[in-house]
């Protein structure tokens, strides 16, 4: 993945500082981050993600 799961139950500062460090060291989260920002960008970016869920939303697919 390119990121971390923080447990709710178990969330700290420390654990926050701890993980942080932990995705800002590794190359691998910065590989797969951005091989997921250029797929974002190739279905169209944010704008048609924004639209999406707005065309969702007025179509009661889902609720806010």
Do not use: H, N
């Not at 700290?12 to 920002?37: E, K, M, N, Y």
Request: charged share 25%; no cysteine; glycine share 10%.
């Amino acid at each position: 993945g390119a990121g971390l799961y923080l447990d709710p139950q178990r969330f700290t500062p420390a654990s926050l500082r701890r993980d942080a460090a932990r995705v800002l060291a590794a190359p691998s989260f910065r590989q797969r981050s951005a091989a997921i920002g250029e797929s974002f960008k190739a279905a169209g970016g944010y704008m048609k993600a924004a639209d999406e869920v707005m065309g969702m939303l007025e179509k009661g697919k889902v609720r806010a």
